[in-house]
């Protein structure tokens, strides 16, 4: 395993996203995914990633029981509040309060302000008893390590965040789809001292679902897609933690043996790979449901994922069998949108939802 150095801590350059566990494993019993966390430990990964509201709510539980079984030293925790949980000071730290009674620890080494995607709402956070005061309150009280943030947003926006100094470290979108559009954003973080945990590793599992499409990633016949991908962000020296969403076994091992035997990434390499690059991969959905909340029951989802299908066939087909093999739902799903624009407000890539939409049902 590669470690890498975050505010002072060396972690795994791989981590464990806990937001994809399967629901008919936690539903059954959460000890079958806290058995995968246990052993992504034992195999030296040391920073673990986790939300309330992740996995139906169960993802902190899951993490709990997972550390209550880990013997000796405790892998880095790091989890979140969101401006829909939390308005001011006092209810954000109520929040911390939670997190810790629900992971049963005494202190949370990494806590992140969630989900920042524009100055607006970076500056709810921060303002005169805003969220960010109740996480400072808490991290005096030696409650928290550090204090971080998830940024959906662009360029210009995590350089404002990092600037202003509240923040050691961000978590972000990056992989090998979509490096050349936000490389900036991850330098100015580097270069400013701050760790850097890259979300979406895999492209929200677009990389090894068309692991063909994507073979350019591979610096050799042997690799797969998976372990390229990784290894291509983690030889990055501005890259502190790839955090994969894992979900099984052959998931984990796959992701823990990418972080051996790392070869750093070159800027000829980047050149290289930035002209492998089309206009047309920066715009695929990575799958983060953000946008899950349409009014009118459009699932939005699922349907982006399809069209996705079409963006790397360039088969409009492709949509249509997507969607039946994969969900049991028909084109005709995306009729249901009124246009009222709720989803492309919340889509953290801010893409033409709407129109996709009507692409697929038209």
């Known amino acids: 395993m590669t470690y890498k150095r975050f505010a002072g801590k060396e972690v795994s350059a791989v981590g464990f996203g806990c937001m994809r566990f399967k629901r008919e494993e936690y539903q059954k019993d959460p000890e079958i995914c806290a058995d995968l966390i246990v052993k992504a430990v034992e195999m030296g990964v040391n920073y673990i990633d986790t939300a309330p509201g ?27 509040c969101g401006l829909w949980m939390a308005d001011r000071a006092s209810s954000a730290r109520n929040r911390v309060e939670q997190s810790l009674k629900t992971l049963g620890v005494d202190k949370i080494d990494f806590y992140n302000m969630w989900c920042i995607k524009n100055m607006d709402e970076y500056r709810q956070m921060t303002r005169k008893d805003g969220n960010y005061w109740g996480i400072l309150k808490a991290k005096e009280e030696g409650l ?3 204090i971080c943030c998830t940024a959906h947003a662009d360029g210009e926006t995590i350089k404002a965040i990092v600037e202003d100094g509240k923040v050691d470290g961000v978590t972000l979108g990056y992989n090998a789809l979509n490096f050349a559009y936000r490389r900036a954003g991850v330098k100015t973080c580097h270069d400013r001292g701050l760790g850097v945990v890259v979300m979406n590793p895999l492209g929200g599992g677009v990389i090894p679902q068309y692991a063909d499409r994507f073979g350019f990633i591979k610096s050799s016949p042997e690799e797969s897609v998976v372990t390229a991908a990784l290894r291509f ?6 890259i502190s933690v790839a955090l994969p969403g894992i979900s099984s076994l052959t998931e984990l091992e796959e992701c823990v043996a990418a972080a051996d035997n790392v070869t750093p990434v070159t800027e000829e390499r980047l050149t290289a790979m930035t002209k492998l690059l089309g206009e047309k991969l920066n715009t695929l959905c990575t799958g983060c449901s953000y946008c899950d909340e349409c009014p009118s029951g459009v699932p939005i989802p699922r349907l982006m994922e399809a069209y996705n299908s079409y963006l790397l066939s360039d088969e409009k087909s492709a949509i249509e069998r997507r969607l ?27 893409l033409p939802i709407i129109e996709r939409l009507q692409e697929i049902c038209g």
């Not at 992740?54 to 989890?79: F, H, Q, W």
């Not at 962000?233 to 501005?238: A, M, S």
């Not at 093999?325 to 084109?331: A, F, G, K, R, T």
């Open 144 to 146: 928290i390590g550090h």
């Open 324 to 350: 039946s093999d994969h969900w049991s739902l028909s084109p005709s799903e995306a009729a249901a949108c009124t246009q009222c624009g709720a989803c492309e407000k919340l889509c953290t890539q801010k």
């Open 54 to 80: 992740y996995c139906d709510n169960m993802s902190e539980t899951i993490v709990g029981r997972a550390l209550a079984r880990i013997k000796g030293e405790k892998p880095y925790v790091s989890t979140k």
């Open 233 to 238: 962000l983690i030889g990055q020296p501005e």
